[in-house]
């Protein structure tokens, strides 16, 4: 596209975004680095609303700065997650407010977040669209911001149904505006997001209409990969010794850092079952068979009653066992 026409299409765009854009998100009101990586971090696989309503200004409010965030103990950063699920970016948020805290006491100054896009890219949890994201919004860097709904929106521009990671990210610089990358880019988040729907799209409102290659037929692009989804059972015993409920920290790759119920190849004989649980994660459907053992001898490292569960954090799926724990025990 011609300089000239590009100019043209970037001035609609930022007329579009100042009648129509989400101005009052409070990560588009602040220039803070660090609220807006959490921001960005909290947002991955995560709904605007959700975050907005549940988990930004508490988390925050806890951890307001790097230093608030790397100093406190993983425990309570993932409880302050619980229920966002994922919690990988909780402890790579922890790590990397780590990194940075010691990274300031070797400088003599106030742990901050890097501004280069390669700095921020060999953090804990910062890939590639996470560090174009905080170059953009924080630092007003002239670079694109590449989501799902920015995606969205180029392989329709361009009829790209199988798009290639390395092709889509030249179109996405070739197109970005250097002069306003912070309104360009956050108006591309709401074309996406409020206009350029999966399904049934506003063509007809959208600022790139005229300019969109793939308006006439705009649902082929990108093609949607279906993909069956797994599903997998386990056995959950439930230890229970004088009204309390035995749980580990786990420790492997998958929650690590949460307490919860260990899986059990096969239930004790004496164990009573007390119903299931299902719970859909990102690759696989999980049901949970769950059965309790009432102990009169405690034979497990850590007991706690339920009130002292609440303040641990725990996975979505074993706050559900909790839940059924007290259906079945009247509790």
């Known amino acids: 596209m011609k300089r000239a026409n590009l100019e043209e299409v970037h ?31 909290m947002l991955q696989q995560t709904q605007v609303k959700t975050v907005l ?35 990988n970016r909780a402890k790579n948020l922890h790590k990397t407010a780590q990194l940075l805290i010691q990274k300031g006491q070797v400088q003599g100054i106030a742990p901050t977040m890097p501004e280069n896009i390669d700095s921020l890219v060999k953090l804990p949890g910062i890939g590639k669209n996470t560090a174009h994201a905080i170059a953009a919004f924080a630092f007003n860097k002239p670079v694109p911001v590449m989501e799902a709904n920015v995606r969205r929106i180029l392989c ?36 996406g997001a409020t206009l350029c729907l999966p399904k049934s799209p506003k063509c007809e409102a959208c600022p790139l209409e005229t300019l969109c290659q793939g308006k006439n037929d705009p649902e082929r692009y990108p093609t949607k990969v279906r993909k ?22 786990r420790s492997g790759k998958f929650l690590h850092g949460l307490w919860g119920f260990e899986s059990t190849d096969a239930p004790l004989c004496a164990a009573e079952y007390i119903g299931d ?51 079945a025990c009247g509790s």
Not at 22 to 35: E, G, M, N, Q, S
Not at 234 to 246: G, M, P, R, V
Request: hydrophobic letters at 35%; proline letters at 5%.
């Open 11 to 41: 001035r609609q765009i930022r007329e579009w975004y100042a009648k129509n854009g989400r101005h009052d998100l409070p990560w588009r009101t602040t220039d803070d680095p660090y609220r807006i990586y959490i921001s960005e971090v």
């Open 53 to 87: 309503e549940r988990f930004y200004f508490p988390f925050l409010e806890k951890f307001p700065t790097l230093k608030a965030l790397g100093s406190a103990p993983l425990d309570e950063v993932l409880k302050a997650w619980e229920g966002l699920g994922y919690y």
């Open 156 to 191: 329709r521009l361009h009829r790209i149904k199988t798009p290639n990671d390395k092709k889509i990210w030249e179109i996405a610089y070739a197109m970005v505006d250097i002069r306003h990358p912070f309104d360009y880019n956050q108006a591309m988040m709401d074309i």
């Open 228 to 249: 069956k989804v797994p599903s997998k059972e386990e056995h959950i015993l439930l230890y229970c010794y004088n009204d309390k409920l035995a749980l580990t920290q």
């Open 277 to 327: 649980v299902t719970h859909a994660y990102t690759h696989f459907k999980l049901t949970c068979h769950v059965h309790l053992y009432h102990e009169t001898e405690p034979s497990q490292e850590r007991y706690f009653r339920l009130e002292e569960i609440d303040s641990l954090a725990i996975s979505k799926v074993d706050r559900k066992i909790i839940n059924l724990y007290k259906e």
